[in-house]
């Protein structure tokens, strides 16, 4: 089975910085796109970004600037660090792998931003 292993959320402060790390399963070669969703309360789950597996991205517009979005393709793992964050940051993250088109999800972790 398909295990995505999320960390790295907790309590910031407005400005500061966390750095989300999600490792997929270690038996698989590649896989195609890893990256990060987030729901805040009350609020659909949308995208924050995305990367392939050749390393092209995709961002948020609210995110571009502030977010990274890297991997590391022979371990499986995908990192977001954000910057600059804003209480409008504040959710659950998901972690999402796309693995022979099928999506998998983390069972999240949660980041406050305070003011």
């Known amino acids: 089975q398909v295990q995505l292993v999320e960390s790295g959320g907790g309590l910031v402060q407005a400005g500061g910085s966390l750095r989300l790390s999600c490792a997929g399963p270690?038996?698989?070669?590649?896989?195609?796109?890893m990256g990060w969703y987030r729901q805040a309360p009350g609020k659909q789950r949308d995208l924050v970004a995305t990367?392939?597996?050749?390393?092209?991205?995709n961002y948020a517009d609210s995110v571009k600037g502030r977010f990274t979005i890297s991997r590391d393709n022979a371990k499986n793992t995908v990192l977001l660090q954000m910057n600059s964050l804003k209480p409008e940051d504040t959710a659950v993250y998901y972690c999402i792998a796309v693995i022979y088109g099928v999506n998998y999800w983390g069972k999240g972790t949660l980041v406050t931003v305070s003011s």
């Open positions: 990367i392939t597996s050749g390393s092209s991205t």
């Open positions: 270690g038996n698989i070669f590649s896989i195609k796109t």
